[in-house]
């Protein structure tokens, strides 16, 4: 998974940041009123200190303006202690920051509230995909509020000009330049598998079937033999290779080619490396679907203030665009900073929200779960040269039917 949108690590780190003292969903009863006389809200963030710190700038100018009283917590914790503290009505009024595909989870457990009218605008968005990645069964339980992808990363000290396709990547690749990712982590990989039609849940107008599994499609095989080229064949990169090793050859300036996302932009800046990002070269003559990721916020369903919570929600997700990215390097989902010229001109980010017009939101439904394991670990057996493609696809549907049917 990529760096940010793999399940949230074990770790607690709750660095509380004050815009005023508050209880969190256990505070008193919501009246309707809208006035925020006595009110409190919590907002748990799963975004970066120097984020957090930001966020509650701007969650103390709400305060000021509403007259309510909002707490927000710096979070780390796993996803099970979220669904605990707001089964127990200790849990926060608000999640900021969490990737999208951790939603179905939280939904079918009850903790959701619906998008209400009027918080989301739909032409104010970036795509159709950053809203498709917090709807569920046709339904909105999220607001975004960030989106990122993988795309290819360049040394321009080695690489004059960018290749179109991949199939010409591979050719100049092995022509000196070089070419390392992760490449048997799903999440970078994916798009490989899907270029030609292979996908993971059938999505059908909006609604993921987890019955209907596609990585074992003609296309899918075909983008697993890509894959498996690249290591046995083509000889780019050991089988396995990791991606710190891949991330420090980028660095070290030993291969010219890199597959990542925007979390690895400030390591490149600071190591001095002349680099550029491109959108990924086509495959088959056809778009590379990355995986899209999308940070959001929603309200839950235990909250006893969700009117206040929608409001903040609302204000926090139009105002923190420019926060996102100068301190987060996260990709806007807004127009308006999309738009910006200071957005325009920043080469590295540009370049991730033109390859995010062709990614695919990762599935949100709670099936999600049963596809990491067996799809990183025979992507290894792949790379190894253990299994074929063929096998590879079988084995891999098959594992993720046995997983599905052991969460029910």
């Not at 989301?120 to 990645?133: E, G, P, R, T």
């Not at 799903?186 to 990585?215: E, M, Q, R, S």
């Not at 390859?355 to 709670?366: C, E, L």
Request: proline share 5%; hydrophobic share 35%; with cysteine.
């Amino acid at each position: 998974m990529g760096k940010r949108t793999k399940i949230l690590a074990t770790v607690m780190a709750a660095t509380m940041l004050f815009a005023g003292s508050l209880v969190g969903c256990g505070g008193k009863a919501d009246s309707g009123s809208t006035d925020g006389s006595g009110k409190e809200l919590t907002v748990w963030s799963h975004l970066t200190t120097p984020e957090v710190e930001e966020l509650n700038k701007i969650a103390s100018k709400w305060r000021e303006e509403n007259g309510v009283k909002v707490k927000v917590v710096e979070d780390k914790s796993e996803m099970q202690d979220y669904i605990q503290a707001a089964n127990s009505s200790k849990g926060p009024d608000i999640m900021f920051g969490l990737a999208h595909d951790n939603l179905g989870t939280f939904q079918k457990a009850g903790l959701l509230a619906e998008v209400p009218e009027g918080i989301i605008n739909d032409s104010d968005y970036a795509s159709h995909q950053v809203l498709d990645a917090v709807t569920i069964g046709g339904k909105r339980y999220a607001v975004p509020i960030a989106q990122e992808t993988s795309a290819l990363f360049y040394n321009k000290d080695k690489v004059k000009e960018v290749p179109k396709t991949m199939e010409d990547l591979v050719k100049v690749a092995k022509d000196g330049v070089g070419f390392e990712y992760d490449i048997n982590n799903f999440y970078p990989t994916y798009g490989f598998i899907a270029a030609d039609g292979g996908y993971v849940y059938k999505d059908n107008n909006g609604t993921l079937d987890p019955t209907d599994i596609g990585l074992g499609t003609p296309g899918a095989i075909k983008g697993y033999q890509f894959v498996q080229d690249l290591v046995q064949k083509d000889k780019l990169m050991p089988a396995d290779i990791t991606g710190d090793i891949a991330k420090g050859d980028f660095l070290s300036k030993k291969s010219g080619f890199y597959i990542s996302g925007p979390w690895d932009v400030s390591a490149f800046k600071d190591g001095g490396v002349n680099f550029g990002v491109a959108p990924m070269p086509t495959l088959f003559g056809k778009q590379v679907p990355t995986f899209l990721g999308v940070q959001t916020a929603f309200v839950s369903e235990k909250s006893q203030n969700k009117d206040l919570a929608w409001k903040l929600v609302k204000y926090l997700s139009e105002n923190s665009g420019d926060v996102l990215l100068s301190k987060g390097n996260r990709i806007p989902v807004l127009n308006k900073y999309l738009d910006s010229a200071d957005f325009k001109n920043n080469e590295y980010m540009s370049a991730f929200a033109e390859q995010a017009k062709f990614a695919t939101p990762m599935p949100n439904i709670p099936e999600i779960q049963a596809m990491w394991g067996p799809a990183g670990a025979n992507l290894q057996l792949l790379t190894s040269g253990q299994v074929t493609p063929e096998k590879c696809a079988e084995m891999t549907v098959e594992q993720i039917k046995q997983g599905i049917s052991q969460q029910k």
